[in-house]
Nanobody, 121 residues
Framework: QRQLVESGGGLVQAGGSLRVSCAAS????????MGWFRQAPGKERQFVAT?????NTYYADSVKGRFTISRDRNTVYLQMNSLKPEDTAVYYC?????????????????WGQGTQVTVSS
């Protein structure tokens, strides 16, 4: 059974940095596209960033230049710099066999349980 487990969320002041991680287990995810979505209270789930197994990356405009996605075998990271209060959300790790750096939630079959990131003003 494939599993994704996020860690590293927390509380940070605006302008600060935080790194969240996602460890994949169960089967190798080396050939999977892995990424991140987020959901703030009362809002729809929002694409953040993704990376294909070939290393192609794709970012939401709202985080471009501030967030960086990276991966090491079965772990994917999201380095978040210059955080803003509007970045506050539950961050979800996702994975699937798609060859595209998709921003569509339905393209990802595997989801983690989420980790809370709170940015105070």
């Amino acid at each position: 059974q494939r599993q994704l487990v996020e860690s590293g969320g927390g509380l940070v002041q605006a302008g600060g940095s935080l790194r969240v991680s996602c460890a994949a287990s169960g089967r190798t995810f080396n050939l999977y596209t892995m990424g991140w979505f987020r959901q703030a209270p009362g809002k729809e789930r929002q694409f953040v960033a993704t990376m294909t197994w070939r290393g192609n990356t794709y970012y939401a405009d709202s985080v471009k230049g501030r967030f960086t996605i990276s991966r090491d075998r079965n772990t994917v990271y999201l380095q978040m710099n210059s955080l803003k209060p509007e970045d506050t959300a539950v961050y979800y790790c996702v994975a699937d066999t798609t060859n595209f750096a998709s921003s569509v939630p339905d393209d990802y079959r595997y989801w983690g349980q989420g980790t809370q990131v709170t940015v105070s003003s």
